[in-house]
Nanobody, 120 residues
């Protein structure tokens, strides 16, 4: 079983960058595909991005393509989400999740989330 802890959220202004980190313990993160999700107030949780076990394959939703970059450092047991050119619509609690099957669709373990607020 893997435990995930997100960090790096905060209150920022439009156009700036943030880097979120997802740190794993209890298991080797390279055994899992990892995804980032977000949930804005009053909305359902939304898939944002995912990365394969090796890091060789990534996926982004259209709204963040070209602005967000997902990466992983398996030696450090971490996955990061670099978020550039932040917009108010990016305001949400961001969660990382791990998939034991390596799928970008089904996730078994979740972190507690980190708040990102983008102020205009």
């Amino acid at each position: 079983q893997v435990r995930l802890v997100e960090s790096g959220g905060g209150l920022v202004q439009v156009g700036v960058s943030l880097r979120l980190s997802c740190a794993a313990s209890g298991s080797t993160l390279s055994n899992y595909a990892v995804g980032w999700f977000r949930q804005a107030p009053g909305k359902e949780r939304e898939f944002v991005s995912a990365i394969s076990r090796s890091g060789g394959s990534t996926y982004y939703i259209e709204d963040v393509k070209g602005r967000f970059t997902i990466s992983r450092d398996n030696a450090k047991n971490t996955v990061s989400l670099q978020m550039n050119s932040l917009e108010p619509a990016d305001t949400a609690v961001y969660y990382c999740a791990a998939s034991t099957t390596g799928s970008f669709v089904d996730y078994d373990y979740w972190g507690q989330g980190t708040q990102v607020t983008v102020s205009s």
